[in-house]
């Protein structure tokens, strides 16, 4: 029904800056949040940055005033802009999108796949 296909992912030297995009695709009637979350090895998966479709924006602590979420409303797009990377920074990164289906309108709750995102000299 809907699909979503992320990409930017890779590695990075510390200081480094890496932009993420996730494209949302299929039976989508309107889209309501959007947002990014990562999982570290070892570690549960967190709340990196949300924008609403009202383009209202929240970030993680560890992320504020380095990290940047933004959305494309006609490409069903959302992205994150990462600089200042750090090694902490290291994890596979969900792309996270709550839409309302057409046909249905029902809520749908939609995963990546996951990106890596590695920052090591």
């Known amino acids: 029904q809907v699909q979503l296909v992320e990409s930017g992912g890779g590695l990075v030297q510390p200081g480094g800056s890496l932009r993420l995009s996730c494209a949302a695709s299929?039976?989508?009637?309107?889209?309501?949040?959007m947002g990014w979350y990562r999982q570290a090895p070892g570690k549960q998966r967190e709340l990196v940055a949300g924008?609403?479709?009202?383009?209202?924006?929240n970030y993680a602590d560890s992320v504020k005033g380095r990290f940047t979420i933004s959305r494309d409303y006609r490409k069903n797009t959302v992205y994150l802009q990462m600089n200042s990377l750090k090694s902490e920074d290291t994890a596979v990164y969900y792309c996270?999108?709550?839409?309302?289906?057409?046909?249905?309108?029902?809520?749908?709750?939609?995963w990546g796949q996951g990106t890596l995102v590695t920052v090591s000299s």
């Open positions: 996270n999108v709550v839409v309302v289906v057409g046909g249905s309108f029902r809520h749908l709750e939609v």
């Open positions: 299929g039976s989508i009637f309107s889209i309501n949040a």
């Open positions: 924008i609403t479709s009202g383009g209202s924006t």
